[in-house]
């Protein structure tokens, strides 16, 4: 089964088809920034069985058909899409989930140490998003619209070197979402954990997997598209 998907990596399977997103995020892998693996080496990396996946998959890209297809967003389009719905998200819900951790931090972190590195990582994570944001949105994505217009003059530079700033910065981002979900167990709520602290953890999870998304737009499908 897996031979179907053996000769692409994370990112296009999930580029062609991005129903596979919700698999891939269900088994914890990373298809945005860590998206050019084989499928097989992957699942040996998370000791998950490449076959079952393989028909998770298969069964995934079978259903919900509804989804729309990226490929064939226009830089504009992009652009518009990435600044409404996920920098949107990451404004709207960046400060409601911040203010969950915070105070599962300062009241339980006795308790649940592990709780105040979290908070820490998170902290920094969303001071790298919103100066991420704001290099996206003034610089970058302007001169996106601009080249999609056939309006953008000058050196290919323009668009090359903020793309490979932007890029870096996923890694880092992605890197510190990956050490808050290894810090919590997968979102796990521990034993007599409180209401707050459940509810911190299910924040952090949606979080996660909306900024997967978003890298993967960039990374995957934007990015690639305006270095054409």
Known sequence: MVSAFSEKTLAQIVTEDYRAAGVFARHG????????????SACAEKGI????LAKELKTALQTDASVSDFNDYTL????????????????????????????????????????????????????????????EEQVLFPRLVQQDQGLLQGSPDLVSMPIRLLEDEHTQAGELMAGIRELTHNYTAPEGACTTHRLALQALQAFETDLHRHVHLENNILFPKALK
């Open 29 to 40: 892998l990373d298809f945005c920034c860590k998206g050019k693996r084989g499928l097989a």
């Open 49 to 52: 069985d490449a076959n079952e």
């Open 76 to 135: 504009t389009e992009l652009t518009g899409y990435i600044v409404r719905v996920h920098h949107g998200y990451i404004k709207l819900q960046g400060p409601q989930t911040y203010q969950f951790v915070t105070k599962v931090a300062v009241k339980h972190g006795d308790r649940y140490p592990h709780m105040k590195e979290v908070h820490a990582l998170f902290s920094e994570l969303l001071e790298e998003l919103y100066g991420h944001m704001q290099q």
